[in-house]
Each structure stands twice: as C-alpha cells, then as structure tokens.
C-alpha cells in the first residue's frame, strides 16, 4: 500500500522519481474502497499446489480479494478428487454474466501440444473473448501467456528442443513500471517450459510490450499497453521444490531430464535448492494487484468494458 503524506512535501516528487507509490492527501480523501474480486482459471492437474501457490501470492497485501476458481466444462481434471471440484470450483456458465477486476489463466503442462488440438481450447478462446469486456486486468500465466498471445495477437510460438528448467537471472526493461516496485535491477525466477516466443514478435505489435528478459531464458513478462493484459512466462510463484518435484517425477517415468539449471546447489540433486525468486514473487503479484487491478478497476465493477 502507499505511504500518504502531505500534497506539497519535496520528497513526494523524489520518491515518485524513484518509483515508490507515494498517495496524497487528497487522493486518500477521495478513494472509493471495496473487495476486489478476481478469478482464476485453473488449468494445472496438481490443482490444489497451484491453488495454494498463487492465493500465498495475493494473499500478502492489506486489499481484501474474494477469489474464485474456475474450471473448463470442456474437461475433466483427472489428478483432483472430483468432490474438490465440485466443492470449491465452478464453470464459466455460471459466472458468464458477471464481471470481475481481475483474472489469473494459469499454465497446463501441454508442451508441443497445437493449442487447436486442445480439448478445451474453443472453450478457453470463449473465455479470453468473455475477458474484453468482462474482466479490467488478466494475468495469463507460462502456457496460458502463450495461449494468450496467440489468440489475442495471432503469435505463434517456438517449441524449443528441449525442456527449459531451472532458476535464472532476468533484466527489466522498463524500469520505472509498477509492476517493478521494490525489484531489485536484476531478479531470479524459475521457468519450466519447452516454448519461447521471440522478441522481434512482441515488438510487431504496438499494443504490446517488453518488460523483462532474460539473456538464457527468453522473454519472461509482456504486457499491453492499457495494462488490461500482462503475459508472464517465468513462475515466481513456485514453492522450493516445485522444480525438484518435476525432476524426479520424469526421472520416475524413465525420461532422462536435464538437472534444472542455476537449482540444486552444485548441481547435485541430493541438495535441497535456496529459495532466491521468494520476494520477486511477493512483488510481482502485490503490485499487480495493488497498481492495475485496485487502483485502476472501476468502483462499480458494473462498468467495467
């Protein structure tokens, strides 16, 4: 949250040249506060892992947030006890007439899979259509980030040869953004793909930008340029051992994966990994929440277009 300090203190402009959230006192006189209400898309098998990933993330900031879950009727997890499901989620039909200040699309492990040989793809390209005019801000996460510029923007991916996992450094391109707040000029996150997408691509379309890059790992955070849209490969949301988990799960499935990169100290998976992306996710969350959902979205969600 800002600090409030007094319209006319000298150090308001300097600490908004140094990109902190500085709010006056007529601001703060004239805000307009409720819950805000976001939904997430839920597209990952491990339901329950991602579930509590992402509320730890949103769950680190003074806003409330009435979150909802929301699965495809396309499709029927088969990693999460159907009782969960019905308990806890619901379907686009249900909530198709309603409108929400943001919504998170998260990724689904379907590498080298076309996204029209989907089986809930037409329904997801209804629900990212539904989101122009129902929803103020979208988080598209990993695949969902890919999915999200191909149908929106009609860019294609790059499968790459080989999974891309690990942790690593990525730089910020547009340094004086919010979403960067408190981000130090470098910051480590953790990928797990085997797509890309190239820089000259979003540079082709005007309505979007480059945010941060890594020089190993690619593109890592895009956004539109109304901010209605932000497109992250990388997951700083991950826990400790997400990385770990996959590893030894493909390493039990007779695959033969690479030890993720920059992860097990010295490369040595009986080592357990230093967490060095846990604030970055913190940051990258609380600032989307807090500058382009709450401090954007209309009062009366009603209005959103």
């Given at each position: 949250m800002p600090i409030k300090?007094?319209?006319?203190?000298p150090a308001t402009t300097i600490l908004e040249n140094e990109n902190i959230f500085v709010m006056t006192e007529y601001r703060a006189m004239h805000q307009?506060?409720?819950p805000l209400n976001v939904l997430i898309l839920n597209l990952m098998p491990t339901?329950?892992?991602t579930e509590t990933q992402l509320?730890?993330?949103?769950?680190?900031?003074?806003?409330?947030v009435n979150v909802e879950f929301l699965q495809t009727a396309s499709y029927t997890p088969q990693h999460t006890d159907s009782n969960h499901m019905e308990s806890f989620y619901t379907t686009f039909d249900q909530v198709k007439d309603r409108k929400y200040d943001g919504m998170i699309i998260t990724g689904a492990p379907l590498d080298y899979v076309k996204f029209e040989d989907v089986t809930y793809w037409k329904e997801l390209c209804t629900i990212m259509e539904w989101g122009k005019t129902h929803v103020h801000c979208t988080l598209h996460l990993c695949w969902g980030a890919y999915a999200g510029l191909y149908y929106l923007y009609g860019l294609e991916r790059n499968d790459l040869k080989t999974?891309?996992?690990?942790v690593y450094s990525h730089r910020i391109i547009k340094r004086n953004s919010p979403l960067f707040r408190g981000f130090d000029d470098i910051f480590y996150a953790p990928q797990s793909r085997a797509m890309g997408i190239d820089a000259d691509k979003i540079a082709s379309v005007p309505e979007l930008e480059l945010m941060a890059v890594?020089?190993?790992a690619g593109v890592a955070i895009v956004k539109t340029t109304d901010s209605r849209h932000f497109f992250v490969t990388c997951h700083p949301e991950y826990d400790a051992d997400t990385l770990s988990q996959e590893y030894f799960r493909d390493l039990g499935k007779g695959m033969n994966p690479a030890i993720p990169a920059n992860y097990f100290p010295d490369d040595n998976p009986e080592n357990p990994p230093v967490v060095n992306w846990r604030s970055t996710g913190q940051l990258l969350y609380s600032n989307w929440l807090n500058y382009y959902v709450y401090q954007t979205t209309p009062y009366d969600v009603r209005e959103i277009v």
């Open positions: 300090v007094a319209d006319s203190l307009d506060i409720r339901k329950i892992v509320l730890r993330k949103l769950s680190n900031t003074p806003l409330q999974k891309l996992s690990g890594s020089d190993e």
